[in-house]
């Protein structure tokens, strides 16, 4: 058997998902069906990838380089699977937007299709910064919402304009509903981060942001050197781990999609953790005149999906108490 694409997402998710049955159960398979396809994939491989015990599995050696190199790998893929997306959507029609992974893409999206001129709408979602102003400088973006840190001020390229969509937008902790600081903290609302100083963190991959440099640097202000266990470039293997009660995780408020009644958010007291949200766009685009408008689309859905995180957070503060 080769080695494809989805063997090294199977061995990722597992690694990820500390268990079989776990992973089985978020690519809604089977067990015994996941246990026999990750025998033949580490058949591929020449050799046992995880140790199994009754607690779970655990990458070997050569797991620990296989899932290294599947993540890198899968990267890249999904990078230029985006990339070569947005490069084919030419039509005069179309609308190119682009975004990092949690901003409300899907309520721009929605309005640009009610948009009467608009025939279709390209996303591209992205990680990186840089990679976002370099698709506007070049065209292959018309529009992107940033993100910018405090002390990582971003530098746009000549010919690229933007406003101001969020000045400010705290940073959620997220963690399993029964966890013991949630039910302390349900009535406050908020928490210290110096109180999540035991606690395992599951955090995005390393970016260009800062935003891994600042959260450091609040813990240590906070008296603590965070533990961040696990990485995941999807938010639905983020969530497996807080639903399972493994760790805690740091998420924007208008991330509520993706949690679940499992899980409960809360502010941290002081605000320690901010961004501000910009949309950003190519004043050589053909779209460029439509800026205002787009303006008005990302503040909209931004609105609408902060309401609807406060909507659920107070729905599951009055079933708490």
Request: aromatic share 6%.
């Amino acid at each position: 058997m080769n080695v494809e694409l989805r063997h090294l997402r199977v061995v990722v998710l597992v690694a990820e998902a500390g268990s079989v049955g776990r992973a089985a159960r978020w690519l809604k398979v089977s067990q015994p069906s996941l246990t026999a396809q990750l025998k033949r994939i580490e058949a591929a491989f020449g050799g046992e990838l995880f140790e199994r015990s009754r607690t779970g599995v655990t990458p070997t050696a050569l797991g620990r380089y296989a899932v290294d190199r599947a993540r890198a790998i899968l990267v890249d893929v999904d990078h230029l699977s985006a990339t070569v997306s947005a490069m084919t959507a030419v039509e005069s029609s179309a609308v190119r937007l682009g975004g990092f992974p949690t901003a409300p893409m899907s309520g721009i999206a929605s309005r640009l299709r009610d948009h009467g001129e608009i025939e279709q709408v390209s996303i591209e979602v992205e990680w990186s910064t840089s990679v976002l102003l370099q698709q506007l400088e070049s065209g292959r973006l018309d529009f992107a919402l940033l993100r910018e840190f405090p002390g990582f001020e971003l530098r746009l390229p000549s010919g690229v304009e933007f406003c101001t969509v969020v000045e400010s937008e705290s940073a959620y902790v997220v963690m399993a509903a029964d966890h013991p600081l949630a039910m302390a903290s349900r009535h406050r609302g908020e928490i210290e981060l110096s109180a999540l100083s035991g606690e395992e963190w599951i955090g995005e991959p390393p970016d260009d942001s800062g935003f891994h440099v600042l959260f450091r640097a609040a813990c240590e202000q906070a008296g603590f050197q965070p533990k961040v266990e696990h990485h995941s470039v999807d938010t639905s293997v983020l969530m497996g781990f807080v639903t399972s009660g493994q760790g805690v995780a740091l998420i924007s408020p208008t991330s509520y999609r993706m949690l679940s009644s499992d899980v409960t958010t809360r502010t941290l007291v002081g605000d320690p953790i901010h961004r501000k949200l910009m949309l950003a766009w190519s004043m050589e685009s053909p779209r460029a005149q439509m800026a205002r408008d787009v303006l008005q689309m990302a503040t909209l859905a931004y609105d609408e999906a902060f309401a609807e995180h406060a909507r659920r957070d107070q729905v599951q503060r009055m079933h708490v108490a």
